[in-house]
């Protein structure tokens, strides 16, 4: 999404897709997305190879314990899951790359990447969810009615 830049970030949409759909459909699909997805950004990224498919993956576990909550379809739920996923993420990429060797400038990192790439993650997580909620629905697995 090079074109949707907000201050010279730009929105993580793989990273929104995987927790997404982790939360509607379980860890088990969500690494299916997290390993197609992270194999597809370390091929078109400068990062070492792996670097996006083992944390997207390592996200989409943990948020596929949020699949099992009654509050799937509140608001809430992909607000805090994208918070929470998005500072991990990125927190653990860049943990990655300093333990590949590569220097992290971590103030200006933390400050001017992923506060900012938080925030804007956050701002769009309801319109993700909301479309992959629709596409669960059409392709998947019938809810279960109490």
């Known amino acids: 999404m090079p074109h949707l830049t907000i201050i010279g970030v730009k929105p993580d949409l793989m990273l929104l ?8 459909r379980g860890a088990q699909e969500g690494v299916i ?4 997805g992270g194999m597809g950004l370390d091929l078109l990224s400068g990062a ?3 670097t996006s498919t083992v944390a997207l993956v390592a996200l989409s576990l943990l948020a596929g314990v949020g699949e099992l909550s009654v509050f799937r379809t509140h608001i809430a739920l992909p607000l805090i899951a994208t918070l929470i996923a998005t500072l991990a993420y990125d927190l653990f990429f860049l943990l990655l790359l300093h333990m590949q060797g590569c ?3 971590w103030a200006d990192s933390l400050t001017k990447v992923v506060l ?7 701002l769009l ?3 993700v969810y909301k479309a992959l909620y629709w596409l669960h629905r059409k392709t998947g697995r019938e809810e279960m009615a109490w």
């Open 33 to 36: 997305w997290a390993l197609v």
């Open 48 to 50: 070492p190879f792996g």
């Open 125 to 127: 997580s309801p319109f």
């Open 17 to 24: 897709m995987v927790i997404s759909w982790s939360l509607l």
């Open 103 to 105: 220097s992290i400038a």
């Open 116 to 122: 900012p790439s938080t925030l804007f993650n956050v």
